[in-house]
């Protein structure tokens, strides 16, 4: 056992591990199936990651290989702060690393803390066909980090890719796409309300309820209760 990862095991949490098993749905059929916990906080694997922050992506890599959730997320963690400090043709490869991992990266936290500050970070000046081409595929992880990744480009007021990749999301079926979608929603309605609302004005009456409860959380009780009751049959 490397260094890192038994600095990792040695935060462990029974008891903790039990309810994140819980709360990240790992039995037989849900989203993540089969994921094992040692119980470790974020803020410890964040501290962790910075300490072994100079470790090779060798071990990286086998961290992101790792059957225990905190040893995958303490990877990105590490990518995340190698991606800070690194020129442009380091942070290529971290990015293309990560997107290489995508089947690693299965679980909705690992997704929203690394997403937008690699892959939306890597891409708010570059071609962003890799986003809709996740966006449009049948993997759940993918199509999250479509749309997460988006939070880079909002916090930067470039809001276009958030309402495509949304409205490419609208009808997906996974609980966890509602959120996230309704989650970037809101976020780039922050920036740009008009924005939001024209978007919403046009799918509301076909948003999952999930999605659209997300999208409009910090909009007026009125016009939570407008799209709220936007009549569901008009097309």
């Not at 119980?39 to 961290?63: H, T």
């Not at 996740?134 to 958030?162: G, H, Q």
Request: proline letters at 1%; aromatic letters at 12%; hydrophobic letters at 40%.
């Amino acid at each position: 056992m490397t260094l890192i990862k038994n600095e990792l095991k040695s935060k462990s949490n029974k008891e903790k591990a039990q309810f994140l098993l819980r709360f990240f749905k790992t039995k037989k059929g849900q989203y993540g199936e089969g994921d094992i916990f040692w119980g470790i906080v974020v803020p410890e694997q964040r501290l962790i990651a910075k300490k072994f922050k100079d470790i090779d992506y060798k071990e990286i890599q086998n961290l992101l290989n790792d059957k225990i959730h905190e040893c995958r997320l303490t990877a990105l963690l590490v990518l995340i702060e190698k991606y800070k400090k690194a020129d442009e043709k380091e942070r290529e490869f971290i990015f293309k690393l990560y997107l290489k991992n995508y089947k690693n990266i299965n679980n909705w936290d690992l997704v929203d803390l690394s997403a937008p500050k690699i892959i939306g970070s890597y891409l708010i000046d570059k071609d962003k066909k890799i986003l809709y081409d996740f966006a449009l595929s049948n993997n759940l992880w993918k199509k999250r980090i479509a749309i997460v990744a988006t939070y880079s480009f909002i916090k930067e007021k470039k809001l276009d890719d958030t309402f495509k990749i949304a409205e490419i999301l609208l009808k997906d079926e996974h609980d966890l796409i509602h959120k996230a979608v309704g989650w970037m929603l809101r976020e780039a309605g922050k920036r740009d309300k008009k924005m939001e609302i024209k978007f919403l004005k046009k799918y509301a009456n076909i948003m999952p309820r999930t999605m659209l409860r997300y999208a409009i959380e910090k909009f007026t009780t009125e016009e939570r209760e407008y799209f709220l009751n936007i009549d569901k049959s008009i097309n």
